[in-house]
């Protein structure tokens, strides 16, 4: 069955720095890779989307990789900020019907 | 435009009870999902509907039931609550995800249920 692996243990980064956050996928092959953020006591909010023929996406701050080959996305966020705090999701997904998710890690930016 | 709404916010159930947690969405969404977060386990995905009158089988639908007899709306069923049931419950909505477009999820702001 498919699996999703993030780092269970939460990445502590100073403010200004570069947080790297790691998703790796077994057992099925996505046409496309999602990642959320959750805050707490809130639903997670869609932030980008990179498909399998990209190898990298930006938005502002954020940048997304996508290694089919090595079934891996990495997310970064550049000069983080502690409002970036929050838990990141990883969501890679497919052309069917059912969407799922990595456990998510939680990133702590402190000032 | 209010997006996905989830109601109650909270619940306490005792083992045995029945209850329907609710979902609407006011984007015309096709796509429907419940997924239920517990700690360290990530959302699982319980049941989903691709349009009204379809549904079908998450990850753990067990004791779970759904209905989607409209577009706006997806109720999840608990038949008879127990303690493994206690969970934090997140709906959500897409335009469709069959497409390959990969359309993103939007969810609501999740039940809390404790089953005691």
């Known amino acids: 069955s498919q699996k999703i692996e993030q780092n269970s243990e939460a990445l502590n980064i100073q403010e200004g720095k570069t947080a790297t956050l790691t998703c790796n996928y077994t057992n099925y092959s996505p046409a496309y890779l999602q990642w959320y953020r959750q805050d707490p006591g809130r639903g997670p909010v869609f932030l980008l989307l990179?498909?399998?023929?990209?190898k990298e996406k930006r938005k502002e701050r954020l940048k997304v990789t996508f290694d089919t080959t090595l079934k891996q996305s990495l997310f970064h966020i550049t000069a983080s900020q502690p409002a970036d705090s929050a838990t990141y999701l990883c969501a890679p997904g497919d052309n069917f019907n059912k969407f799922y998710f990595g456990s998510g890690t939680k990133l702590n930016v402190k000032p | 435009n209010a997006g996905v709404t989830q109601t109650p916010k909270f619940q306490v159930l005792k083992t045995g009870q029945s209850m329907t947690l609710q979902c609407a969405q006011d984007?015309?969404?096709?796509?429907m999902s419940w997924y239920r977060q517990d700690p360290g386990m990530g959302l699982r995905l319980i049941h989903y509907s691709v349009g009204a009158g379809i549904t079908d089988q998450g990850e753990v639908p067990n004791g779970y039931n759904v209905s989607r007899s409209t577009t706006e709306d997806f109720p999840l069923r608990l038949l008879s609550a127990a303690p493994s049931q206690t969970s934090v419950y997140f709906c959500a909505s897409s335009y469709s995800i069959r497409d390959g477009s990969g359309s993103p999820l939007h969810f609501g702001n999740g039940t809390r249920l404790t089953v005691t």
């Open positions: 984007m015309n969404h096709e796509y």
């Open positions: 990179i498909r399998e023929n990209e």
